[in-house]
């Protein structure tokens, strides 16, 4: 059973550090693209950074230089490490795997698997 699990969420003021990590089983992390989305209360859901098969990366504009996304494919798990954390990255962020995705434009070309998320809160 395919199934992405989500952890590491919390609160931390402003200015402080987060990792998330998502364990993936019943699948190879390695073998699709992975991704962190996040949605805020009356926003959009929106993509926050990706990682292909081959372990190329993007991000959003908004995270650039202060997010990181990365796989451990030993482990299979992907992580989010998210340091300069600011009030307005508050969300619920979810980890998703796809075969085929859009990396430059962080969207997805296949059937996507979510996990539930975990709540990001910063206070300032």
């Known amino acids: 059973q395919v199934e992405l699990v989500e952890s590491g969420g919390g609160s931390v003021q402003s200015g402080g550090s987060l990792r998330l990590s998502c364990a993936a089983s019943?699948?190879?992390?390695?073998?699709?693209?992975m991704g962190w989305f996040r949605q805020a209360p009356g926003r959009e859901r929106e993509g926050v950074a990706m990682?292909?098969?081959?372990?190329?990366?993007n991000y959003a504009d908004s995270v650039t230089g202060r997010f990181t996304i990365s796989r451990d494919n030993e482990k299979n798990t992907l992580y989010l490490q998210m340091n300069s954390l600011k009030p307005e990255d508050t969300a619920m962020y979810s980890c998703?795997?796809?075969?085929?995705?859009?990396?430059?434009?962080?969207?997805?070309?296949?059937?996507?698997?979510w996990g539930q998320g975990t709540q990001v809160t910063v206070s300032s």
């Open positions: 990682i292909d098969r081959d372990g190329s990366t």
């Open positions: 019943g699948y190879t992390a390695s073998s699709v693209c």
């Open positions: 998703a795997a796809a075969r085929w995705c859009l990396l430059p434009e962080l969207r997805w070309q296949s059937a996507v698997r």
